[in-house]
Nanobody
C-alpha cells in the first residue's frame, strides 16, 4: 500500500505561481511513475504532468512551458511548479503514483487550486 499526501494548493491570481508537493510513503517500489492529474467540476480527470524515477517527464500540451514537474527519489517527493497560472488551470489537483510490480495505481486525496482575481 502506498499513501500520498499533497500540499501547496490555494488561491492565486492569474499570472501567479504555486508549487504543489506530494509525499509518497509505504510500500514504495524501485520503479514507479509519479505525477499530477487535475479535475474540474463536471469534467474528467486529466493528466497534467508525469515523471518517472528515471527523470523522464511528460506534460499535457496545456501546461507545457508553464509547469515543471520534479522529484526527489530519496525522499519520495514529487513537486509541480506552476507558473503563469490561468483561470482555466483552476481544479482539484491529484497526486498519482504508478507502481509497476505489482501493477497498481494510487491517488492522493487532492488539493484545490483556485486561480482568480
Amino acid at each position: 500500500q502506498v499513501e500520498l499526501v499533497e500540499s501547496g494548493g490555494g488561491l492565486v491570481q492569474p499570472g501567479g505561481s504555486l508549487r504543489l508537493s506530494c509525499v509518497a510513503s509505504g510500500s514504495i517500489s524501485n520503479t514507479n511513475d509519479m505525477g499530477w492529474y487535475r479535475q474540474c467540476p463536471g469534467k474528467e480527470r486529466e493528466l497534467v504532468a508525469l515523471i518517472r524515477n528515471s527523470g523522464i517527464t511528460k506534460y499535457s500540451d496545456s501546461v507545457k512551458g508553464r509547469f515543471t514537474i520534479s522529484r526527489d527519489n530519496g525522499r519520495n517527493i514529487a513537486s509541480l511548479q506552476m507558473n503563469s497560472l490561468k483561470p482555466e488551470d483552476a481544479a482539484v489537483y491529484y497526486c498519482y503514483y504508478k507502481m509497476y510490480m505489482p501493477a497498481k495505481d494510487y491517488w492522493g486525496k487532492g488539493t484545490l487550486v483556485t486561480v482568480s482575481s
